[in-house]
């Protein structure tokens, strides 16, 4: 197997598609979203993807785990509790799912963003079983290096 079969290059085109703020949670200003996705994984459970936000405030409600890294631009975060934080070029946040914070872009900010969606904790369970029954299928080997993976 080449390396060439197993991995996906590419390159960023900069068609970034619209991606709008739900307008319930827009608190002031008129911030214009936008996202571009880089990568998805084959099971539709984690993607990448740039994001980019003109000025405004507003709330943002995570559904998913969001590993997110700051490219350019500055962001002042609250929580819920309403500790503040500001970020910018260089700081890297993670939201959990079931999380939330209000966001305020000063001017622009643009990010990248790793998004995993994660399994209800009866297929996290029926997993480990089939991992298990692999696993001692094979005489107790590991599939990969010790990985555990199927």
């Not at 960023?12 to 880089?38: H, K, M, Q, Y």
């Not at 990248?112 to 399994?119: E, K, N, Q, S, V």
């Not at 001692?136 to 590991?142: K, L, V, W």
Request: net charge positive; glycine share 10%; hydrophobic share 35%.
């Amino acid at each position: 197997m080449t390396i060439e079969s197993t991995v996906t290059f590419g390159v960023s085109t900069g068609n970034f598609v619209p991606n709008p703020i739900r307008p319930e949670w827009i608190l002031d200003g008129n911030p214009v979203a936008r996202t571009e996705c880089l990568s998805s994984s084959t099971d539709g459970m984690a993607g990448t993807y740039l994001w980019d936000c003109t000025a405004g405030r507003f709330n943002w409600f995570y559904s998913f785990d969001e590993t997110l890294h700051i490219l350019q631009g500055t962001v002042t975060l609250k929580d819920p509790n309403g500790k503040v934080r500001r970020v910018s070029a260089g700081d890297t946040i993670y939201f959990p799912a079931g999380s939330s914070a209000e966001w305020t872009v000063e001017k622009y900010v643009l990010k990248i963003a790793f998004c995993r969606t994660t399994l209800p904790p009866y297929l996290v369970f029926a997993r480990n079983i089939a991992r298990k029954l692999k696993r001692a299928m094979r005489g107790g080997r590991e599939t990969q290096a010790g990985s555990g993976l199927l």
